[in-house]
């Protein structure tokens, strides 16, 4: 740099270079588990009742939330952690071998649904500063705009939607 010589450059901080590149990674394994389990946006994903498919599902709704759909990085923060909790959900109480996941778009909203095959329906519990678990749908209801079940002749949809404000190109004069 002209006139700098000998002048010592700021350098980026080792936690600066290690947030980015562990951000560079959860994208890779998004777009990896968008290729290997599918697209919701396209259909129900479905995924087996393990509590590692939470990490799965949390991923493919990163990769279309942030990449696909192209919505702000809180939008999507949250997202993921909603359907974290509905995932969970599905695992831990329904006792099922597999769970979908499917993903929608329409003007001003984004809806995300989880589907198992419990009719059993989830229950939002008052919670208390101290509490250790519980907190799921209580974090769906403050998070979202609106959610929900829907019961099916097998089982049951609990779903999420958030207000969001589309990106349109303003057209040139």
Same mark, same amino acid.
């Given at each position: 740099?002209? /006139?700098?010589? #000998?002048?010592?450059? !700021?350098?980026?901080? *080792?936690?600066? =270079?290690?947030?980015?590149?562990?951000? %560079?990674?959860?994208?890779?394994?998004?777009?990896?588990?968008?290729?290997?389990?599918?697209? !919701?946006? @396209? /259909?129900?994903?479905?995924? &087996?009742?393990?509590?590692?498919?939470? %990490?799965?599902?949390?991923?493919?709704?990163?990769?279309?939330?942030?990449?696909?759909?192209?919505?702000?990085?809180?939008?999507?923060?949250? %997202?993921?952690? +909603?359907?974290?909790?509905?995932?969970?959900?599905?695992?831990?109480?329904? #006792?099922?071998?597999?769970? /979908?996941?499917?993903?929608?778009?329409?003007? #001003?909203?984004?809806?995300?649904? =989880?589907?198992?095959?419990?009719? /059993? +329906?989830?229950?939002?519990? !008052?919670?208390?500063?101290? $509490? =250790?678990?519980?907190?799921?749908?209580?974090? =769906? $209801?403050?998070?979202?705009?609106?959610?929900?079940? *829907? +019961? +099916?002749?097998?089982?049951?949809?609990?779903?999420?939607?958030?207000?969001?404000? @589309?990106?349109?190109?303003? &057209?040139? !004069?």
């Amino acid at each position: 740099m002209a /006139g700098l010589e #000998g002048v010592e450059q !700021p350098r980026q901080s *080792d936690s600066a =270079v290690a947030t980015r590149w562990m951000a %560079a990674i959860e994208d890779e394994q998004s777009l990896r588990a968008l290729e290997l389990y599918g697209n !919701p946006t @396209e /259909g129900e994903v479905r995924l &087996p009742s393990r509590p590692e498919s939470a %990490a799965t599902a949390r991923r493919l709704t990163h990769s279309v939330v942030l990449w696909q759909w192209s919505l702000s990085a809180q939008t999507a923060e949250h %997202a993921v952690l +909603l359907v974290s909790e509905l995932v969970g959900n599905a695992v831990r109480h329904t #006792g099922a071998r597999v769970f /979908g996941l499917r993903m929608l778009r329409r003007r #001003g909203w984004i809806r995300i649904e =989880v589907r198992d095959p419990s009719r /059993g +329906l989830p229950c939002l519990l !008052p919670v208390q500063p101290m $509490d =250790v678990s519980g907190r799921g749908l209580f974090l =769906v $209801d403050k998070l979202s705009d609106r959610w929900g079940v *829907d +019961l +099916l002749p097998r089982g049951k949809t609990t779903w999420f939607e958030m207000r969001i404000t @589309e990106r349109y190109a303003t &057209p040139s !004069p």
